[in-house]
């Protein structure tokens, strides 16, 4: 899957250990490398190993990956987005994320 970030700082937390590091705790730290990993890896958003992680949808298309004191929060960005007949997102078509937050 391909991953992009809201903007320059996330970017830095997210591809620099010693940004990260720096920024959340070591434990939170590794865990958004090893969790940026297995979605890079992920051929979508339905994958098993993804599925483990997410934690819940928040705010409509608002996902979020418990990183330990920190959360990692994605949107789907595939331009169009497919839904199901309840209006619920088909994340097997989501092969484009966005970080937009670590609180």
Known sequence: MRISFENEELREIC?????AANYLDIHSSENLK???S???SA???QEEVINYYI???VEGKLYKIDLGKFNLYLVPVNKPLH????GKLI???VTRLKVVDIK
């Open 91 to 93: 994340r097997s078509h």
């Open 38 to 40: 297995e979605l890079r």
């Open 15 to 19: 591809l620099k250990s010693e940004v």
């Open 83 to 86: 839904f199901d007949e309840a």
């Open 55 to 57: 934690q819940e949808q």
């Open 34 to 36: 090893t969790r940026l």
């Open 43 to 45: 051929e979508n958003f």
